[in-house]
């Protein structure tokens, strides 16, 4: 079935760090993948996503590159702020699940000053 | 601006009190989710309605249910709430179901059951 692996956090980073946060996936089909951030006691809100291999998803200097022949989506950032602090999530949706989320664990990121 | 909007915020209950979670979008979006997730944990997806067309998930607990009276209001029912259920539960909106569609949360019903 369809699944998706993200690294385990927490992870704890200085203010102006590089960021990377690790995912890969498994899929019968052709998903689409995306990433969620969830700041404290708040929903989640879509950072960025890609549809298609070689697909660059960016938003608010966060980019995540979907790699077909990895598996992988994993998101980076070049220098992170303190107001990056929350919960990442990665997911797929594709033809088999009819569109729904399929979602990693979560990665609890923490940036200090 | 058009969003998601759940209330309340918080709500508590009492074991085996029935309660009602509730969600409005002003998105238009064909398709309504219910998601349950706890604490450092991912959402969980409960059931779904693309238009009228009620989606449960296999596992979802037969405790939970849903009504969705238009296009812009889906409820949660809690029949009997149990400790278990205390959680945050989300709703979560899409245009359609397809792979590629954005779904657009609310904020969040944070429920504890006393």
């Known amino acids: 079935g369809n699944s998706v692996t993200q690294m385990e956090g927490p992870v704890t980073l200085s203010e102006e760090a590089f960021l990377t946060i690790n995912c890969t996936y498994t899929?019968?089909?052709?998903?689409?993948l995306f990433w969620y951030v969830q700041y404290p006691g708040e929903g989640l809100q879509l950072l960025l996503k890609?549809?298609?291999?070689?697909d660059k998803g960016s938003n608010k200097g966060f980019e995540a590159t979907y790699r077909k022949e990895t598996t992988s989506f994993h998101l980076e950032k070049g220098s992170v702020q303190v107001s990056d602090s929350a919960v990442y999530f990665c997911?797929?949706?594709?033809?088999?699940?009819?569109?729904?989320?399929?979602f990693g664990k979560g990665t609890k990121l923490s940036v200090k000053p | 601006d058009a969003m998601v909007i759940q209330n309340p915020r918080y709500q508590v209950t009492q074991f085996g009190k029935p309660v009602t979670l509730s969600c409005s979008q002003t998105?238009?979006?064909?398709?309504m989710y219910w998601y349950q997730q706890k604490s450092s944990q991912a959402p969980k997806l409960l059931f779904h309605?693309?238009?009228?067309?009620?989606?449960n998930e296999a596992d979802t607990p037969d405790n939970f249910q849903s009504r969705r009276p238009n296009t812009s209001f889906c409820f949660l029912d809690i029949r009997s709430p149990g400790l278990g259920d205390a959680a945050m539960y989300l709703c979560?909106?899409?245009?359609?179901?397809?792979?590629?569609?954005?779904?657009?949360f609310g904020p969040g019903t944070r429920l504890l059951v006393l």
């Open positions: 979560a909106t899409s245009r359609e179901k397809a792979r590629g569609e954005t779904q657009y």
């Open positions: 309605y693309y238009d009228k067309d009620f989606n």
């Open positions: 899929a019968t089909g052709y998903p689409s």
């Open positions: 998105l238009n979006h064909n398709v």
């Open positions: 997911a797929l949706s594709d033809g088999g699940s009819q569109g729904n989320l399929i």
């Open positions: 890609a549809t298609k291999a070689d």
